[in-house]
């Protein structure tokens, strides 16, 4: 027994440092204390199985994956227009006092009421623990990490590399930002510098206040893990971050479920939702949600109202990871929007908008994504519906 044990301790000091580190001590017996952990678990909302894997077998899974129509329509055809973003951008205060800044993917800034939330910051090249294999990024960062400015606190929604990247988390540990992230992340964040002091780590409907700002950890369905053996020892969330006059929502990573209705009802109405609704597949349809279903979920956190707050897509558009077309996700929620008269704010990434000012949709995308067969759908105006949706 003592040469295995020797064995799996050399296989650990050899892993790569962006597998993180496991929950331990104090950590794990509050994990163990979590009304969501369960059977050893972390466990979705209701109760439900949530299937975490391809709902096919690898050939199956290769053949939709590699299908030769379908795979040049995954990547943009010409370069991605990315809004040159300066620190002179950012400097100004946003005059409704809110304002967002897509860094694309999931990372968002989010300057509300005088204070600078940063969601899920991606800085490196691919979401991999490997800096030569992996989903590479479809376009570069908007603006240097050094160049945003300060930030008052960062928020991690779950532990996966496409959100958690561990060379953007140690050039922000070297700052004097706090991080807010669910139940047993915080591991991870330690192992890479992250002083203890410096964390706010969260069960689901726990807040922590930063800075004048509340940060609630709200539930998400989803699941974790970064390393060869995926424990299920950390949480996956959503957020809700409410100043002063304002409020906001970011999903994180979720297939829809009900409870976007219990969290709307608690929190809500949003000036904004950052709702994710790409890299969603057939296979694994319990956790990524559609088009539709993101735009279901912005009306449930908006209690049914239509004419409440603003709709942001993120997930889409930096990294290749599912078999729909590149420019699907924004081109469908585009169109379903505007027949259920959601205001949908569609910038280019790095380019800062205020919800209170939201401009008119640009379908930016049409010029350097491969066009759909039968050619793009008429652009909604003002006196009538698009008749038909974007399949791919």
Not at 9 to 25: H, I
Not at 77 to 94: K, M, N, Q
């Amino acid at each position: 027994m003592t040469g295995f044990r020797s064995l799996s301790s050399g296989l650990r000091a050899v892993q790569p440092a962006a597998f993180g580190a496991d929950p331990s001590g104090e950590r794990m017996a509050r994990i163990r204390r979590s009304p969501h952990f369960k059977d050893g678990v972390f466990q979705n909302p209701g109760g439900s199985p949530t299937r975490i894997r391809p709902d096919a077998s690898p050939l199956d899974f290769a053949k939709v994956f590699f299908d030769s129509d379908s795979r040049p329509r995954r990547a943009p055809e010409g370069r991605i227009p990315v809004h040159p973003t300066t620190l002179a951008d950012l400097s100004r205060p946003p005059a409704t006092g809110l304002r967002l800044t897509w860094m694309g993917h999931s990372s968002v800034l989010a300057e509300i009421d005088g204070r600078r939330v940063l969601f899920d910051p991606v800085w490196g090249e691919r979401c991999s623990p490997f800096p030569f294999v992996g989903p590479k990024r479809l376009h570069p960062v908007p603006l240097p990490l050094a160049a945003l400015g300060p930030v008052d606190v960062v928020v991690i929604s779950h532990d996966h590399y496409d959100h958690l990247d561990m060379p953007t988390i140690k050039a922000l540990a070297g700052t004097d930002t706090v991080f807010a992230v669910p139940l047993g992340v915080g591991a991870h964040l330690e192992h890479w510098g992250v002083s203890a002091d410096r964390l706010r780590e969260l069960d689901w409907h726990e807040s922590t206040q930063v800075a004048g700002l509340t940060l609630t950890a709200t539930p998400a369905r989803h699941f974790c893990g970064r390393g060869l053996r995926n424990t299920q020892h950390t949480l996956w969330a959503s957020w809700v971050v409410s100043g002063e006059e304002h409020r906001v929502y970011h999903s994180g990573d979720t297939g829809y479920f009900d409870g976007f209705k219990e969290i709307g009802a608690a929190f809500g109405p949003f000036d904004a939702t950052m709702i994710q609704l790409g890299a969603y597949s057939d296979l694994w349809p319990d956790i990524h949600m559609t088009p539709d279903e993101a735009l279901r979920s912005h009306l449930d956190l908006q209690g049914g109202d239509a004419a409440q707050g603003v709709l942001l897509p993120i997930h889409w558009g930096t990294f290749n990871l599912a078999a729909h077309a590149w420019a699907e996700p924004a081109e469908r929620t585009m169109l379903l929007a505007h027949k259920a008269g959601v205001a949908m704010a569609s910038p280019r990434p790095g380019e800062p908008f205020e919800p209170g000012a939201v401009p008119a949709v640009d379908p930016w995308w049409r010029g350097v994504a491969k066009a759909p067969v039968g050619g793009w759908d008429a652009l909604p105006t003002a006196a009538g519906e698009p008749e038909a949706v974007l399949e791919g």
